[in-house]
């Protein structure tokens, strides 16, 4: 029934108007935790500072963004003193990836792949049986709809401009993946490794490629950030995950509907 209601709501409003509903709808909801369970997070400022200058070019609500701050916290812990590689699959307007570059340790190295409202009919057909809610109207984020008044060129800059101060230093790469992406592009992400990871493409085969392509190339103790494992409308994400031969019990699942791997 429930997927019903937000497939309902999928058709009746755009997905910026959504994102809209969900980001208020979840605060709400972690609200009421304080006063039903008793548990209160103290958010760190730092922390709070960034969210309310990315909340309104997230796809994430604060608690899955508080997730992936904490993680590179631990990233930082684990790899202190050593150079590091980080990449993300799925950058959407940057609210993630602000936050890994801002939070990361100095001498790190960041690639961010996303198609940036380019590629919508690759996008489109490679839709599959284990992405439903994606099957029949689904219209993927275009320059006209979710990338309006978005330059992925800026985003580059303006945190090249923070990781600078860290030794550090950001590559975004504009690409349908796996399917197009141009070789110089590939043949860079193909030579590391990566002690960090996210992982934020939605569909199943997207999905699945990022996972068989980074489980190669890990450091020992490296930690792979999935999300929305557990989010209802998109199975696809779990089926990757699955069809990956990932060792699940290597993993967290957390509340916010993620999920942690530690190599």
């Known amino acids: 029934m429930f997927k019903k209601i937000r497939s309902l709501v999928g058709r009746l409003f755009n997905e910026n108007q959504q994102m809209i509903i969900v980001m208020q709808l979840s ?58 590689n980080l990449i993300e699959f799925g950058v959407d307007r940057g609210g993630t990836l602000t936050t890994i570059s801002k939070f990361v340790k100095d001498d790190s190295e960041i690639f961010a792949l996303d198609s940036f409202g380019f590629f919508a009919d690759e996008i489109k057909n490679n839709v599959t049986t284990q992405d439903p809610h994606y099957l029949g109207k689904y219209r993927p984020f275009t320059k006209e709809t979710r990338f309006k008044n978005f330059n992925h060129i800026d985003l580059e800059k303006n945190l ?55 489980t190669r190339r890990l450091e020992k103790n490296a930690i792979i950030l999935i999300d929305d494992y557990n989010l209802i409308n998109q199975e696809g994400v779990k089926w990757a995950v699955r069809d990956s031969g990932i060792n699940l019990n290597r993993c967290i699942q957390t509340q916010s509907g993620q999920l942690i791997f530690y190599t």
Not at 32 to 38: C, D, G
Not at 46 to 55: Q, V
């Open 160 to 214: 090249n401009e923070i990781l600078l101060g860290k030794k550090s230093k950001l590559k975004l790469i504009k690409c349908y993946y796996p399917d197009k992406i141009s070789d110089d592009d590939f043949s860079k992400i193909n030579s590391i490794k990566y002690s960090f990871v996210h992982l934020d493409f939605d569909l199943y085969k997207p999905t699945l490629h990022a996972i068989r392509f980074v």
């Open 27 to 84: 605060r709400f909801f972690w609200f009421l935790r304080k006063y039903f369970l008793a548990v209160e997070i103290k958010y760190p400022q730092e922390f709070l500072s960034n969210w309310s200058l990315i909340k309104n070019n997230s796809s994430q609500d604060m608690e899955r963004n508080y997730t992936v701050y904490q993680v590179i916290k631990l990233h930082n812990e684990i790899f202190g003193g050593k150079k590091t």
